[in-house]
Structure formats: structure tokens, C-alpha cells
DNA sequence: GTCTATATGAGGATAGAC
DNA sequence: GTCTATCCTCATATAGAC
């Protein structure tokens, strides 16, 4: 069964390359490195990639979509805006505190520039796509809560932004992550900020 | 005059290395490329720097303490809270939109993690230098003006996390710079934000 | 498709003359 | 200190047998 055996293969080496580039970013792996992880001879990998750019592009093809999935954005919202909107953030600054946000962005930093065509695509299904989700929640806040949000666009930017705060910066230069109560100080503050910059205003104009 | 010429030639290749590592990240640089680019040879790249990670180690130290420099703010705080905030805001907004600071956050997030040591001395002579004067700034806002501050460090934290949003990121995977006008309504969204949330409450607790 | 073996080139580092 | 020329390792990519 060579069909099968190749598809397993095939994975085998996407799986390989995934961690490796993952880990390391792209420069510093080599198709032997990803062929001995992967337990193929290189001449394999070679014939299922055409080339080390290939390969990566794969990778980042893959693992785009991804990056909007690990953060629970409800379509609908119903009730608890406040916890919806911990929930969301909890789910953000995890993702980055942990290992694995951490190599994802240092990855697209790194090395993603050089791929023009995939920079598109996955800007459009990763922060777009979330920013998109997150937006169609706030503009429902803003219909049926407490807020008042003029611009949803411009409202998820900031809550992503207080809650991204330096953390894959400071990750990704080498500092120790934050332990879960850091993340939850580092979460509710900027709940806070955010909640009260975009309440309904007693008096006065829109933020 | 030996000394002076070295002293000349020690500068050139500094100088090369600082651009190219700037421009293309550690890995992506060869010293053929910093010796040809700094017109010198190889071997006189090597009498002057132990090896390609000392130099880069040399490059990362004369950066480091520049970062902080960049981005204007006073040490003493006087009159307009709103107009010294907005300058802040404009230097740093700026500094992640052209190019330079694009160069010198992604060789950060790169390849600094590999250098320890230097991880420490940036750390606590770019961003944390950064945030303290930031924050007796904020603090002396919040003592004669009209904010409400109770943690300044973390208040410096949320308004340049606001102001950094997602620029160096996108910058960082190959979307184009924003323009001017697309800037000033980034920061002017971020400062009425930030102020909007510390404002002194007319009823209600802290952010 | 998969392997072993190798061609080809690039890059870090050094030897030795001046 | 500076140069030219070179060593050596390693990485991308391929040839050729099975």
C-alpha cells in the first residue's frame, strides 16, 4: 500500500517541520533536521516538497486558520458581556503566555515577511478573522449591554491590544512567562480600563 | 597612525554590522557580508570582534540604551497632561511605523532570546527604563491633573500597549506602513481611550 | 517512493605574508 | 592590523539504485 504509506509519510515530515520551524524559526532548520525527526532520508522530504520555502509556506498554511481558533469567541452574545469578554482575554493572554503563542509569533515575525502571498492569506483568516468575531460581539454589546461603542473595528483593536500588552514581546526576547496570577492581574486590569473607557457615558462624548 | 585607522575601521564595521543585522536579522548575515560592506577583510573583522555572536552582542549593546531615546517624554511634567501624552504617543506610534523601529523589534524578538545576558541589560535599559519615566510622569499627572491613577506602572503599560497595538506586528510581517493620517487617528483613539479610563470618576471606583 | 551517497555552494573561522 | 588565500563544516539539493 505505497498510496497510504506516503500519506503517512506526508504528515510525518508536515508534523516534523511544524515543531521544528516552530521551535527554531526558519533559518535555523534544516531538511536534515526535519528529515531525521521526521525518520525519512532527505531525498523523501525532497520528494514530497520541492524546496525548503515550500515546505515552510505549507506550514504556514496550515497553522494560519489555527491562530483564530484558540481564542473562544462566542458568535452570539447573551447575557454576561463582562465574562464573555474575560473569557476572550483569559483565552488571549494564555495563548501568548504559554510556549506555544510564543513560537507562533515569533515565527510570523521572523520569517513570514518573506512570503509575501502568504502574509496575505494569513492575515485575512488569522487577525482579521478574530478582530471580525470580536467586533460582531462588541457592536452586539454596544446594541443590548452597557457600552458605548461607536467604531467595533477600533474597540476590539484596543481591548486586543491592552490584553496583548508587551507579553509576546517580552516572551519572545527570552523572559520567564508570567505565572497564572500575574496573567490574571494582567487580565482583569485591562478588563477594567476597557469596560470603564467604553461605558455608557453618564455626561460627556464618546471615547 | 595605526590607531586611529583601526579605531576608524573598528567604527566602519560596527556600523555595517548594525545595518545588516538590523536589515536581515542575525542568521541572514555572514561576516563576508559585514567585512565587504564595511571594506575591510574578513580576517580584520576577526582581529576586532572574537567571533560573529560577540559582534552581534557589541551591536545589541550600543542599540539597547537608544530605544528609550527615541520617544519623547519630559522628566517633569507640566500643564497639558492631554498634549505631553499625544507627543508620546506620536514618537512612539511613529518609531514602530518606519522602518527603524520595524528593524529593531524584529531582531529583538528573533534573536535576542539567544544572548541571556543581554536579554537582562536591554530589558532593564530599554522597556522597563521606558516605563518608568512614563509612569512619574502618569504619577505626577495623577497627583495635579484630572487622572486617576492608581498603579502608574500599569498605567504606563496600558497606554503604550494601546499605543503599540498591533503596529509592530503587522509591520513586522510585511503589511506596508500606515500613513500619517491613519497614525494620528491610532493615537488620537488610544488617548481617548486611556484618558476616558483614568479619568477621575465622577461616581464609581478605580479602573 | 524511498533509500544511500554525493555534488555544490555558502559561511564561520584561521594561517601566514606584509 | 591588515590583507589574500584557504580550511572545514554544514546545508540545500540531486543522482542513481532498489
Given at each position: 500500500?505505497p498510496?497510504?504509506?506516503?500519506a503517512?509519510?506526508?504528515?510525518?515530515?508536515l508534523?516534523?517541520?511544524?515543531?521544528?520551524f516552530?521551535?527554531?524559526?526558519?533559518?535555523?532548520?534544516?531538511?536534515?533536521?526535519i528529515?531525521?525527526?521526521a525518520g525519512?532520508?532527505?531525498?523523501?522530504l525532497?520528494a514530497?516538497?520541492?524546496s525548503?520555502?515550500?515546505?515552510f509556506?505549507?506550514?504556514?498554511?496550515?497553522?494560519?486558520?489555527?491562530?483564530?481558533?484558540?481564542?473562544?469567541?462566542?458568535?452570539?452574545?447573551?447575557?454576561d458581556?463582562e465574562g464573555?469578554?474575560?473569557?476572550?482575554?483569559?483565552?488571549?493572554a494564555s495563548?501568548?503566555?504559554?510556549?506555544r503563542?510564543l513560537?507562533?509569533?515569533r515565527?510570523?515575525?521572523?520569517?513570514?515577511h518573506?512570503?509575501?502571498?502568504?502574509?496575505r492569506?494569513?492575515?485575512a483568516?488569522?487577525?482579521?478573522?478574530?478582530?471580525?468575531?470580536?467586533?460582531r460581539?462588541?457592536?452586539?454589546?454596544?446594541e443590548r449591554?452597557?457600552?458605548?461603542?461607536?467604531?467595533?473595528?477600533?474597540?476590539?483593536?484596543?481591548?486586543t491590544?491592552?490584553?496583548?500588552?508587551?507579553?509576546?514581546?517580552d516572551?519572545?526576547?527570552?523572559?520567564p512567562?508570567?505565572?497564572?496570577?500575574?496573567?490574571?492581574?494582567?487580565?482583569?486590569s485591562?478588563l477594567?480600563?476597557?469596560?470603564?473607557?467604553?461605558?455608557?457615558?453618564?455626561?460627556?462624548?464618546?471615547?
Amino acid at each position: 500500500m505505497p498510496r497510504e504509506r506516503a500519506a503517512r509519510k506526508s504528515k510525518q515530515m508536515l508534523n516534523a517541520a511544524q515543531r521544528l520551524f516552530a521551535r527554531s524559526g526558519y533559518a535555523a532548520v534544516s531538511m536534515d533536521d526535519i528529515a531525521k525527526t521526521a525518520g525519512v532520508s532527505k531525498a523523501t522530504l525532497y520528494a514530497h516538497f520541492d524546496s525548503k520555502e515550500k515546505l515552510f509556506a505549507e506550514i504556514i498554511e496550515i497553522e494560519s486558520p489555527h491562530v483564530e481558533e484558540r481564542v473562544p469567541i462566542p458568535e452570539v452574545f447573551e447575557g454576561d458581556a463582562e465574562g464573555v469578554l474575560r473569557n476572550f482575554a483569559r483565552g488571549l493572554a494564555s495563548f501568548f503566555a504559554d510556549g506555544r503563542g510564543l513560537e507562533i509569533y515569533r515565527l510570523f515575525v521572523t520569517d513570514l515577511h518573506r512570503f509575501p502571498d502568504l502574509v496575505r492569506r494569513f492575515h485575512a483568516a488569522g487577525p482579521m478573522a478574530l478582530r471580525a468575531r470580536l467586533s460582531r460581539l462588541l457592536a452586539q454589546m454596544a446594541e443590548r449591554g452597557g457600552l458605548s461603542i461607536d467604531d467595533p473595528d477600533l474597540a476590539a483593536d484596543h481591548l486586543t491590544s491592552l490584553i496583548q500588552g508587551r507579553l509576546p514581546f517580552d516572551r519572545a526576547i527570552g523572559l520567564p512567562p508570567p505565572d497564572a496570577a500575574a496573567i490574571d492581574r494582567h487580565v482583569e486590569s485591562a478588563l477594567r480600563l476597557f469596560l470603564r473607557g467604553y461605558a455608557r457615558a453618564s455626561r460627556g462624548g464618546e471615547p
